[in-house]
């Protein structure tokens, strides 16, 4: 098993910027790819980015797409998400994922994920 935890969420104001991490634990030698979902207040899960671990093979959301970074650190077994240009749409609960499953997948859809984190609040105020 493994345990993903992230940090950095908060309160920002449009325009501003945050940073948020995930540390992971446990079995991680097995993860071969990890991204960020989120999903704000009665709306649908929506996928924001991904990473893989080998290689670091980036893809992002279109809606997040020159504005957001994913990066990893496989020292550390961390994952970051740098936020810039920050909207109030941005504003959701983001969710850490992990895979260890092997094969060719959709690092879109969430189904394709084996570990969630438990999430981290960022509210962009306007």
């Known amino acids: 098993q493994a345990q993903l935890v992230e940090s950095g969420g908060g309160l920002v104001q449009a325009g501003g910027s945050l940073r948020l991490s995930c540390a992971a634990s446990g079995r991680t030698f097995s993860f071969r790819g990890m991204g960020w979902f989120r999903q704000a207040p009665g709306k649908e899960r929506e996928f924001v980015a991904s990473?893989?671990?080998?290689?670091?093979?980036?893809t992002y959301a279109d809606s997040v797409k020159g504005r957001f970074a994913i990066s990893r650190d496989n020292a550390q077994n961390t994952v970051h998400l740098e936020m810039n240009s920050l909207k109030p749409e941005d504003t959701a609960v983001y969710h850490c994922?992990?895979?260890?499953?092997?094969?060719?997948?959709?690092?879109?859809?969430?189904?394709?994920?084996?570990?969630w984190g438990q999430g981290t609040q960022v509210t962009v105020s306007s």
């Open positions: 990473i893989f671990l080998s290689g670091g093979s980036t």
């Open positions: 994922v992990a895979r260890s499953r092997s094969g060719v997948y959709d690092r879109s859809r969430s189904a394709v994920y084996d570990y």
